[in-house]
């Protein structure tokens, strides 16, 4: 079954770090464009940031631009999302997107709190 799936969420204090990631499973993530999302309680659905083909093609939300940083691994058809600095209003269910097959994934949740 084609599908995405994000991994890396969990439970992290303010100033701490997680590391997020979107394989594929079925096709490959190398000439993909994929952009990450992010849900908060309460809140629509927003984005976070965007990864191009070639990958100097980017984008970052203001909320999160100097803190996050896309990169890809293409020999294991992933891409990851380095999440540096997170505040308490970074709670949120994050969800990856491939702009090619219209694919989400399922989402991992981020919990930012002391």
């Known amino acids: 079954q084609l599908q995405l799936v994000e991994s890396g969420g969990g439970l992290v204090q303010p100033g701490g770090s997680l590391r997020l990631s979107c394989a594929a499973s079925?096709?490959?993530?190398?000439?993909?464009?994929i952009g990450w999302f992010r849900q908060a309680p309460g809140q629509e659905r927003e984005g976070v940031s965007c990864?191009?083909?070639?990958?100097?093609?980017?984008w970052y939300a203001d909320s999160v631009k100097d803190r996050f940083t896309n990169t890809r691994n293409n020999a294991k058809s992933t891409v990851s999302l380095q999440m540096n600095n997170l505040h308490p209003d970074d709670t949120a269910d994050y969800y990856c997107?491939?702009?090619?097959?219209?694919?989400w994934g399922v989402g991992t949740r981020v919990t930012v709190s002391s």
């Open positions: 997107f491939d702009f090619g097959t219209l694919y």
């Open positions: 079925g096709f490959a993530l190398d000439k993909k464009a």
């Open positions: 990864v191009g083909v070639p990958d100097v093609h980017q």
